[in-house]
């Protein structure tokens, strides 16, 4: 029988001589992923790129939908103040025409009023007999405004009789308001001779020619002590008029009849060359 062989002794290598290290320390093999694992690692990476993706998305749309807004901010601002100012262009027109016209229609009045002047000035001849006068105190405008205050304050006083018949005829007589109405209607009767009498001759003043200074000032200015309380209120009621009057310088009718004058002469002047 062969003698058994001798049973090699090995050498124990320490762990840490060893070149390979300890079996803990070896890297391990990488095990392949199931198709389930793959799927579901590239979901949760996508998951992770979404909120990122999302905020960068809605981040460029504020910025676009911001950088709109302000285009159209500017452009509304700027379509107003174009319509702002082509308003006051329109409003700056009408208001040169329509002063053009007036002084056009001022001009052309006055040029009436002066050839009306001459011809009722010019002595009346066979060959040019002399037209009648087509203007007179009462077709004055401060004349035809007077009556008409006139006619109110009239028909005031036809009302307050009116009410008083009608108050009267009740069982009970209101005597408190039927005196205060005849009051009333006497002070209005007062208001209206003065206010008459005053604006005549303010009137007078403004369209007669020839009066001076002192007749102005005795028909433009009585004396208040003599007055009562509503001859007081009718003067005033003409004040600035009156004072217009006093201390504008000449009057039209002043005016007018020089003018007329001058261009009499002119024409007569005319007529000799």
């Given at each position: 029988?062969?003698?058994?062989?001798?049973?090699?002794?090995?050498?124990?290598?320490?762990?840490?001589?060893?070149?390979?290290?300890?079996?803990?320390?070896?890297?391990?093999?990488?095990?392949?992923?199931?198709?389930?694992?793959?799927?579901?690692?590239?979901?949760?990476?996508?998951?992770?790129?979404?909120?990122?993706?999302?905020?960068?998305?809605?981040?460029?749309?504020?910025?676009?939908?911001?950088?709109?807004?302000?285009?159209?901010?500017?452009?509304?601002?700027?379509?107003?103040?174009?319509?702002?100012?082509?308003?006051?262009?329109?409003?700056?027109?009408?208001?040169?025409?329509?002063?053009?016209?007036?002084?056009?229609?001022?001009?052309?009045?006055?040029?009436?009023?002066?050839?009306?002047?001459?011809?009722?000035?010019?002595?009346?001849?066979?060959?040019?007999?002399?037209?009648?006068?087509?203007?007179?105190?009462?077709?004055?405008?401060?004349?035809?405004?007077?009556?008409?205050?006139?006619?109110?304050?009239?028909?005031?006083?036809?009302?307050?009789?009116?009410?008083?018949?009608?108050?009267?005829?009740?069982?009970?007589?209101?005597?408190?308001?039927?005196?205060?109405?005849?009051?009333?209607?006497?002070?209005?009767?007062?208001?209206?001779?003065?206010?008459?009498?005053?604006?005549?001759?303010?009137?007078?003043?403004?369209?007669?020619?020839?009066?001076?200074?002192?007749?102005?000032g005795h028909l433009l200015t009585p004396?208040?002590?003599?007055?009562?309380?509503?001859?007081?209120?009718?003067?005033?009621?003409?004040?600035?008029?009156?004072?217009?009057?006093?201390?504008?310088?000449?009057?039209?009718?002043?005016?007018?009849?020089?003018?007329?004058?001058?261009?009499?002469?002119?024409?007569?002047?005319?007529?000799?060359?």
């Open positions: 029988m062969p003698p058994k062989a001798a049973k090699r002794k090995t050498k124990a290598v320490p762990k840490d001589d060893d070149p390979w290290g300890s079996p803990d320390n070896q890297p391990k093999k990488k095990s392949r992923l199931s198709a389930a694992q793959a799927e579901k690692l590239v979901d949760d990476k996508h998951h992770a790129e979404r909120p990122v993706i999302s905020q960068f998305q809605n981040w460029a749309d504020w910025q676009t939908k911001f950088e709109e807004k302000e285009r159209s901010d500017k452009r509304q601002f700027g379509d107003a103040f174009k319509r702002n100012i082509e308003a006051k262009q329109d409003e700056f027109e009408a208001l040169f025409v329509r002063s053009n016209d007036e002084l056009n229609n001022m001009g052309n009045k006055y040029v009436k009023l002066i050839q009306d002047s001459y011809v009722e000035s010019s002595p009346a001849s066979k060959s040019n007999p002399k037209p009648q006068a087509t203007k007179s105190r009462q077709d004055h405008p401060l004349f035809k405004a007077g009556q008409h205050i006139l006619q109110k304050c009239h028909k005031l006083i036809a009302d307050h009789d009116e009410t008083n018949d009608k108050a009267t005829q009740g069982s009970t007589r209101p005597d408190l308001p039927h005196e205060q109405w005849k009051k009333d209607i006497h002070m209005v009767q007062e208001l209206l001779l003065y206010g008459r009498q005053h604006g005549e001759n303010i009137v007078e003043c403004i369209v007669i020619p020839g009066s001076t200074d002192e007749g102005k004396d208040r002590e003599e007055l009562s309380e509503t001859g007081r209120i009718a003067v005033d009621m003409y004040r600035k008029s009156a004072e217009g009057v006093m201390k504008g310088g000449p009057t039209w009718g002043e005016m007018a009849r020089s003018q007329a004058g001058a261009f009499g002469r002119a024409l007569d002047g005319l007529a000799g060359v």
